[in-house]
């Protein structure tokens, strides 16, 4: 239920890490869900339609040091507008998810462009279902940014990002944010910490200094595998002036050959307490058709103290590539 440092820092979301190659490598997915809510029409959508290129390759003037390049690039399959329901075509936007390049070697690594936030190492354990009860606050992904992760020393690796966006240039000399935290394994128990602080003139997207504070966020997660059974938990508090904002999430996956069985609950304490909050529960089943292609269903939960629950029930068909 964990990602290593390393692949989340180099590795498309759907594929491993990155091997030494010259030839680029095609990636990516395509995934369906039909989902059925309390009091909604029954929706079959495209979930996820995304492709990506990356590859590496080894520098012939510096020994033992390969440079690596990715882009990954996510399309809106559903659509957009009036037609996009009853229509022989759609018109929907190509989301750019990352662009980068960067540098492996006994060092580490050594990235810049767009890529994934490295603090969402913490919420792998526990964000494993379809839906979307847990408020993880973590973006799975930063704007331009400069990233070193150390190597693996004995099951530590440690990361540091500097995020430098400079799209919404407030007038003032500084940077957006970083983001610092650090992996751990050790005879099936991980842990991760990470912490990020992003500026509040990048935060609310404002080419002008509105005086807006800035956000801190924390996400610790730790899991534990026994034979099949594995174990996740994860915690996020998030800060921006007053506003203060909590949660946690437990886990349990438990593989029966090519089908897996998965639970999660979770609590989400929402600015303002009181009747803010949320209760959040989920079961799935995953069964793999193949290396590339499986189908889920999952039943879930989202209990708000200030509303009456809703059920959802989502099944999934996907093939990867």
């Given at each position: ?6 692949a ?46 990356k ?18 690039f ?13 229509g ?28 994934n ?48 966006d ?19 394994a ?12 992003l500026n ?10 509105t ?5 801190q ?34 886990a349990?996956?438990?593989a ?26 989920a ?8 290396k ?12 708000p ?5 809703t ?11």
């Amino acid at each position: 239920m964990k990602k290593s440092l390393i692949a989340l820092a180099i590795a498309g979301a759907m594929t491993a890490p990155i091997v030494a190659q010259a030839d680029a490598t095609l990636y990516g997915g395509v995934e369906t869900r039909l989902k059925f809510a309390e009091d909604k029409d029954a929706d079959l959508y495209v979930d996820k339609a995304e492709m990506g290129v990356k590859g590496s390759s080894d520098l012939e003037n510096l020994d033992g040091v390969q440079a690596t390049y990715q882009i990954e690039f996510r399309l809106d399959a559903n659509g957009t507008g009036d037609t996009a329901a009853n229509g022989s075509n759609v018109n929907g936007d190509v989301i750019m998810r990352k662009a980068n390049v960067g540098l492996v070697g006994g060092f580490g690594i050594v990235q810049v462009g767009r890529q994934n936030r490295l603090t969402e190492a913490g919420e792998g354990y526990t964000d494993i279902m379809m839906s979307a009860g847990n408020n993880f606050m973590n973006n799975d992904r930063v704007g331009n940014a400069l990233t070193y992760v150390t190597p693996n020393m004995a099951g530590f690796e440690a990361y540091a990002q500097l995020i430098v966006d400079g799209s919404g240039d407030d007038n003032e000399e500084d940077v957006d944010g970083y983001t610092v935290g650090f992996n751990y394994a050790l005879m099936g128990l991980d842990l991760s910490v990470g912490y990020s602080e992003l500026n509040g003139n990048y935060t609310d997207g404002v080419g002008v200094d509105t005086g807006a504070d800035d956000a801190q966020l924390v996400v610790v997660g730790a899991g534990y595998s026994i034979g099949d059974l594995g174990l996740g938990a994860t915690y996020e508090k998030g800060e921006q002036g007053s506003a203060e904002d909590e949660m946690y999430a437990l886990a349990a996956t438990y593989a029966l050959g090519n089908t897996t069985l998965k639970a999660v609950y979770g609590e989400n304490f929402n600015d303002g307490g009181g009747n803010n909050d949320e209760q959040a529960y989920a079961v799935q089943a995953a069964y793999k058709l193949g290396k590339k292609a499986g189908v889920k269903a999952e039943y879930a939960v989202l209990d708000p103290d200030n509303a009456s629950s809703t059920d959802t029930v989502t099944l999934s068909y996907y093939v990867n590539f």
